[in-house]
């Protein structure tokens, strides 16, 4: 019988070490590395399920506290999961509530039981463990669920970081205990903050597991670019080379390439759409903002060498003035284009590994897009 997770190696670029693979989950293959838009919401803002299809999403990610906190597990669940509920017949990956239990700081709880925390919604006290999260997980249905963890902020003090990176630890067993789906994989979460020994210690014990995958938290939350980077190459050696890795809530062009160059293999972020409902596009000449007035009489695509949807048949001038009009369609034009860049850009990379010359593609689109402002 058929496992219904698996993961294939399918080739190392020879000139970067970066991996092309594919992941096998009972909604579909994944070819990696990929990007994940999010529909925190079971639902991407402002674009349908079809549009998501066209522009080649492959999964989504759907968020565990917002759903927990409105409709509810119970109500998705009674909808026949959340595959049903948001009619998207492809992977669904949640996360497991713990970044934004984090985010709420002032307004939570913290003991080695779980999280206490005010709603954002209402205030309302409500209570999240790993057992809670993993429960509100299978009820959700997703292919992919997130162990429970804690995540560090930036900066963080040494004691802080290694409290937080061993109760992840000891979070993750308890996650293991509580899960009773064969048909949804757990994905355990390497912390340890900007600390590389904490890193390559949680890494080491996350992997002793043999989990069918492994999340990276705690970066992208407010350090430089270089400071993630220098993490990821310090603990990528102690991953598990014949397992997915996950870089979470990563997702500008740049971070994307790099995180491809040091060994990751999946990655998700709210960026793209979110600086596409404030009028910014990514284009092959770098980033565009045009809500701008000098775009105003410019009838040229928002990028000349993209095929999508609003490249196609609008023009910069027309959704600078949906923009100023007030007009929805502005925001899911560029939310069309913001993904259908990125999933094609990933598209590219795994073609690059494959030739053996990723490094080639990377300095090629650097050359001509530059490597930051994004």
Request: proline share 5%; charged share 25%; aromatic share 10%.
């Given at each position: 019988?058929?496992?219904?997770?698996e993961f294939e190696l399918l080739h190392v670029c020879k000139q970067t070490g970066a991996r092309r693979g594919r992941l096998h989950?009972?909604?579909?293959?994944?070819?990696?590395?990929?990007?994940?838009?999010?529909?925190?919401?079971?639902?991407?803002?402002?674009?349908?399920?079809?549009?998501?299809?066209?522009?080649?999403?492959?999964?989504?990610?759907?968020n565990t506290y917002h759903l927990h906190l409105r409709p509810g597990e119970e109500l998705v669940q009674k909808a026949g999961g959340?595959?049903?509920?948001?009619?998207?017949?492809?992977?669904?990956?949640?996360?497991?509530?713990?970044?934004?239990?984090?985010?709420?700081?002032?307004?939570?709880?913290?003991?080695?039981?779980?999280?206490?925390?005010?709603?954002?919604?209402?205030?309302?006290?409500?209570?999240?463990?790993?057992?809670?999260?993993?429960?509100?997980?299978?009820?959700?249905?997703?292919?992919?669920?997130?162990?429970?963890?804690?995540c560090s902020p930036y900066p963080c003090d040494y004691t802080r970081a290694r409290d937080a990176m061993h109760r992840t630890l000891?979070?993750?067993?308890?996650?293991?205990?509580?899960?009773?789906?064969?048909?949804?994989?757990?994905?355990?979460?390497?912390?340890?903050?900007?600390?590389?020994?904490?890193?390559?210690?949680?890494?080491?014990?996350?992997?002793?597991?043999?989990?069918?995958?492994?999340?990276?938290?705690?970066?992208?939350?407010?350090?430089?670019?270089?400071?993630?980077?220098?993490?990821?190459?310090?603990?990528?050696?102690?991953?598990?080379?014949?397992?997915?890795?996950?870089?979470?809530?990563?997702?500008?062009?740049?971070?994307?390439?790099?995180?491809?160059?040091?060994?990751?293999?999946?990655?998700?972020?709210?960026?793209?759409?979110?600086?596409?409902?404030?009028?910014?596009?990514?284009?092959?000449?770098?980033?565009?903002?045009?809500?701008?007035?000098?775009?105003?009489?410019?009838?040229?695509?928002?990028?000349?060498?993209?095929?999508?949807?609003?490249?196609?048949?609008?023009?910069?001038?027309?959704?600078?003035?949906?923009?100023?009009?007030?007009?929805?369609?502005?925001?899911?034009?560029?939310?069309?284009?913001?993904?259908?860049?990125?999933?094609?850009?990933?598209?590219?990379?795994?073609?690059?590994?494959?030739?053996?010359?990723?490094?080639?593609?990377?300095?090629?689109?650097?050359?001509?897009?530059?490597?930051?402002?994004?």
């Amino acid at each position: 019988m058929a496992k219904p997770f698996e993961f294939e190696l399918l080739h190392v670029c020879k000139q970067t070490g970066a991996r092309r693979g594919r992941l096998h989950t009972p909604h579909g293959v994944i070819e990696t590395p990929i990007f994940m838009p999010v529909g925190t919401q079971a639902s991407v803002k402002t674009m349908s399920p079809d549009e998501l299809k066209d522009c080649g999403a492959q999964i989504i990610l759907s968020n565990t506290y917002h759903l927990h906190l409105r409709p509810g597990e119970e109500l998705v669940q009674k909808a026949g999961g959340l595959h049903s509920f948001m009619s998207w017949d492809r992977p669904i990956l949640t996360d497991s509530g713990g970044f934004q239990v984090f985010s709420l700081a002032d307004l939570r709880k913290l003991t080695d039981a779980g999280v206490e925390f005010r709603s954002h919604l209402d205030g309302s006290r409500q209570f999240i463990s790993p057992e809670i999260s993993i429960g509100i997980q299978e009820a959700l249905g997703s292919d992919i669920a997130m162990q429970f963890d804690e995540c560090s902020p930036y900066p963080c003090d040494y004691t802080r970081a290694r409290d937080a990176m061993h109760r992840t630890l000891r979070w993750l067993e308890r996650c293991m205990k509580a899960k009773t789906r064969e048909d949804q994989a757990l994905f355990g979460i390497v912390q340890g903050a900007f600390y590389s020994d904490l890193r390559i210690e949680s890494a080491k014990e996350t992997a002793k597991l043999d989990l069918p995958g492994f999340g990276i938290g705690g970066l992208s939350v407010g350090e430089p670019k270089e400071v993630m980077y220098e993490m990821l190459e310090k603990m990528m050696p102690f991953m598990p080379e014949g397992k997915p890795r996950y870089l979470m809530g990563v997702g500008s062009p740049d971070c994307l390439i790099e995180g491809v160059l040091r060994g990751i293999d999946m990655f998700d972020c709210v960026l793209a759409t979110r600086v596409a409902r404030n009028g910014t596009v990514f284009t092959h000449d770098g980033r565009l903002v045009v809500r701008n007035a000098k775009y105003a009489e410019d009838f040229t695509p928002l990028d000349a060498d993209c095929d999508c949807y609003a490249c196609k048949n609008f023009t910069r001038g027309y959704i600078r003035h949906l923009f100023k009009a007030g007009e929805i369609l502005a925001l899911r034009l560029n939310s069309i284009h913001n993904i259908y860049f990125l999933t094609h850009m990933m598209a590219e990379m795994r073609d690059a590994i494959e030739a053996d010359s990723l490094l080639d593609w990377a300095n090629e689109f650097y050359a001509r897009h530059g490597r930051g402002n994004w």
